[in-house]
Nanobody, 115 residues
Framework: QVQLVESGGGLVQPGGSLRLSCAASGIFFHIYSVGWYRQGPGKQRDMVATITQGGTIIYTDSVKGRFTISRDNAKNTVSLQMNSLKPEDTAVYYC?????????WGQGTQVTVSS
């Protein structure tokens, strides 16, 4: 059974930091592109950052310079380090694994940036 377990969400003040992690099991992790998506209140789910099997990284413009995505194939994990957080970053964050045959989503973890 494929399982994606996310952790690290919570409440943080503007300018603060959080680190999200997603641990995968039941798959050959290294053959997937991995990424983080988010869905804010009243908005669609958008890509935040992705990193491919070959290591190519893409960030959405609004998080460049503030967020860093990384993967550890030995541990089957993908992380998102979020610095200088803004209220606009408030959303449910989802991890995603994708290859030509399959796509999987985590259950989502809430990030709230507020003073």
């Amino acid at each position: 059974q494929v399982q994606l377990v996310e952790s690290g969400g919570g409440l943080v003040q503007p300018g603060g930091s959080l680190r999200l992690s997603c641990a995968a099991s039941g798959i050959f992790f290294h053959i997937y592109s991995v990424g983080w998506y988010r869905q804010g209140p009243g908005k669609q789910r958008d890509m935040v950052a992705t990193i491919t099997q070959g290591g190519t990284i893409i960030y959405t413009d609004s998080v460049k310079g503030r967020f860093t995505i990384s993967r550890d194939n030995a541990k089957n994990t993908v992380s998102l380090q979020m610095n200088s957080l803004k209220p606009e970053d408030t959303a449910v964050y989802y991890c995603n694994l994708k290859n030509p045959l399959y796509e999987y989503w985590g259950q989502g973890t809430q990030v709230t940036v507020s003073s």
